[in-house]
């Protein structure tokens, strides 16, 4: 691959960091190139929770992973055990209907993928709204320290008519998420009368998110409709080839969506893909031209570039802003690619939050006052939809507006410590 005489190599640099792995801006918020060093914020953990079930033999079977995001910490190392109870409610002190720990062992830990794997079963009759699953993952530190990171999960009545568990074909390992790649083979493992299985590919024109100031809220599909359907008999592997939203057929109770990625999904390795996040980054006219550029690669470097002044601040840049984007993809797909999320555009230009919080179908999140930003808080409402139970929806109001453009403004100034 050739690269300009004067430019630095920054796609030959994206690549290498995936492969580890909005509105407007007014002229008068941008700060002038180089009055500020770049300062790269240390990467810490952020351990998610990714789950999965299906229902057989009046139990509900429940599978859990866990991973370290930001692929800092390794779990697989450190995991000592699982602690996990059914409460009457959201609460700790609700009545405890049953517990039990689960210790780690080196058959649970010797996955190869940096996760951390649990399976249990739930009698069926615990399986109601408000019950809730608690869950304690316990870790070993340096010395004899111990950490627990905490997660929840709402045991609904629907979780019992699922009798299926999508797997990857290789591993046998639940898929875990509603995304795939168009490289991954797949299994749906059924419990119950075996069926053939049919996905419908939909269109899906989805957008990136609005700004947060924006008095627009994200206008729904109209009436999306079936471009394709897929059959495959029980026991065939399943590789869906063309990019995509694909609906599980409808006979399949529980049934959800699967967002289809090409390339390497979650992560972003092509000059295209690189392209694209930069929407909450530049004006309407920088949008315009980068967006029609014969050349998206070139397009890449020469923004990076014209914002940070100099090579090094760039690099810090690109690093900071495409993990973020990673990271947005792999905690907030939903129907749509996670960097195109309310959830996903608020971390990937404001980082991680110092707080969360949930509260029923609510999340908020919290960014306490630093040295360049202001105290500032997102709430987003969960929203229920046909494809997933990841789709969140930010609470938009026009008093972001001074804090989105400081903040963007930051960016194109070189500064990443915020």
């Given amino acids: 691959m050739k690269h300009s005489t004067t430019l630095v190599p920054l796609l030959a640099l994206l690549l290498m960091l995936t492969a580890c792995g909005g509105g407007d801006v007014p002229t008068a918020a941008i700060s002038p190139q180089g009055q500020r060093p770049s300062v790269t914020r240390p990467v810490s953990p952020v351990v998610t929770m990714q789950h999965d079930f299906y229902t057989y033999n009046d139990s509900l079977h429940l599978f859990l992973r866990f991973e370290d995001a930001s692929q800092v910490m390794d779990l ?24 039990d720990t689960l210790m780690v062992t080196g058959q649970k830990t010797a996955e190869g993928d940096g996760g951390v794997y649990f399976s249990f079963a739930v009698p069926s009759q615990l399986i109601a709204a ?24 709402t045991l609904k009545p629907e979780m019992l008519q699922k009798k299926y568990l999508m797997v990857q074909a290789g591993s046998g390992k639940p898929l875990f998420r509603n995304y795939a790649n168009t490289s991954e083979r ?12 049919r996905f419908q590919l939909l269109e899906s024109p989805f957008t990136p998110a609005l700004p947060p100031m924006s008095v627009k809220q994200e206008a729904p599909p109209k009436g999306i409709q079936v471009i394709d359907t897929l059959q495959f008999e029980p026991a065939d592997t399943i590789k869906l080839e063309q990019p995509g939203l694909y609906l599980l057929a409808s006979d399949y109770k529980g ?26 980054l530049t004006t309407s006219t920088e949008r315009e031209a ?13 923004f990076w570039l014209k914002v940070a002044g100099d090579k ?3 690099r810090d840049l690109i690093r900071t802003y495409y993990r973020r984007v990673e990271h947005a993809n792999r905690l907030y797909t939903s129907h749509k690619a996670g960097w195109t999320t309310d959830r996903g555009m608020i971390y990937i230009v404001y980082g991680r939050p110092s707080d969360i919080s949930r509260v029923g179908a609510t999340e908020t999140w919290i960014y306490r006052e630093s040295e360049s930003s202001p105290y500032v808080k997102f709430v987003f409402n969960k929203k229920e939809n046909t ?13 972001y507006e001074e804090s989105w453009y400081s903040t963007v403004a930051q960016w194109r100034a070189g500064v990443t410590e915020m």
């Fill in 76 to 99: 697989q190392q450190t995991t000592q055990q699982l602690e996990y109870s059914v409460r009457s409610g959201s609460r700790e002190r609700d009545a405890l209907l049953v517990t």
């Fill in 130 to 153: 408000p019950n809730t699953l608690h869950v304690r993952l316990w870790q070993k530190l340096a010395g004899q320290e111990r950490v627990a990171t905490l997660h929840s999960l």
């Fill in 186 to 197: 797949l299994l749906l493992q059924q419990y119950g009368e075996a069926k053939p299985v």
């Fill in 255 to 280: 049934s959800g969506g699967l967002l289809v990625q090409p390339g390497a999904f979650p992560l972003v390795s092509t000059a295209q893909e690189l392209l694209q996040p930069l929407i909450y």
């Fill in 290 to 302: 980068l967006f029609r550029t014969n050349n998206p690669k070139a397009a890449v470097d020469g």
């Fill in 312 to 314: 090094s601040t760039a």
């Fill in 387 to 399: 494809f997933t139970e990841n789709h969140y929806e930010l609470i938009r109001h026009r008093d």
